[in-house]
């Protein structure tokens, strides 16, 4: 089993977890089934998760409710000690901080609502750089792993509002490497204005008949 398919597996243990309806089929559970079997004749490399939703598939902040899940299991274990054990959520923290939309409440929210999983202080993260690069650089069978300066760099800014307890709502941008304000944006004046304005023609168009006649006298304005 390569390095890629074991992190998949863990995915898959994660989301199993959370009892997403989901039913997963493919190779990954293929493999299984023949371990199961003890026929390791063949092996069948994969490089992705197949699943089907059961019913109506999720919305998509069902999905990221659940990817935030994950996300932050495995930023609780980059939080204490035990990261020198599962260096891999090193580098999955780093991806999934590129492609997943991360706001600090979401995932704090997580940690309210799981007593059991809480962030710890990252001093070993913080303190310690010399032996998170030893662990991470034994990290094997990763295609395309970047370089730990990079990596250690970008997370020492990303994990800084977990580390510090920090209760303002922030939203991270990968682009820029920095935490912003979470601030909803709000209509303008003019926006605003035309949403009334749309309202009232619908309201006009459902009810024709309590519109007044228009008399002979009326003058357009």
Not at 72 to 88: E, N, P, W
Not at 130 to 150: C, M, S, T
Not at 175 to 180: A, D, M
Request: charged share 30%.
């Amino acid at each position: 089993m390569t390095e890629h398919e074991r992190l998949m597996y863990q995915i898959l243990g994660k989301i199993s977890e959370l009892d997403a309806p989901i039913v997963f089929k493919g190779a990954l559970i293929t493999n299984l089934i023949l371990a199961e079997g003890d026929y390791t004749d063949i092996e069948r490399p994969t490089k992705d998760i197949d699943a089907n939703w059961i019913g109506t598939p999720p919305s998509m902040k069902d999905l990221s409710n659940i990817i935030n899940e994950i996300l932050a299991d495995k930023i609780s274990v980059l939080s204490k000690q035990v990261m020198f054990r599962r260096a891999k959520d090193i580098i999955d923290v780093y991806a999934l901080a590129h492609c997943v939309r991360v706001k600090t409440s979401e995932i704090l929210e997580i940690y309210k609502n799981n007593p059991s999983r809480q962030v710890g202080s990252f001093s070993e993260f913080y303190s310690r750089r010399q032996d998170v690069e030893h662990a991470y650089n034994r990290l094997a069978g990763i295609d395309g792993k970047p370089a730990f300066d990079g990596v250690y760099t970008y997370l020492s800014i990303f994990l800084r509002p977990f580390s510090e307890k920090e209760m303002i709502p922030k939203i991270w941008n990968s682009k820029t490497l920095s935490w912003g304000d979470c601030l909803e944006k709000k209509p303008s004046v003019i926006e605003t204005i035309r949403e009334h304005k749309k309202v009232i023609a619908k309201t006009d168009q459902e009810r024709p008949h309590d519109k007044p006649k228009r008399k002979s006298t009326d003058i357009d304005m």
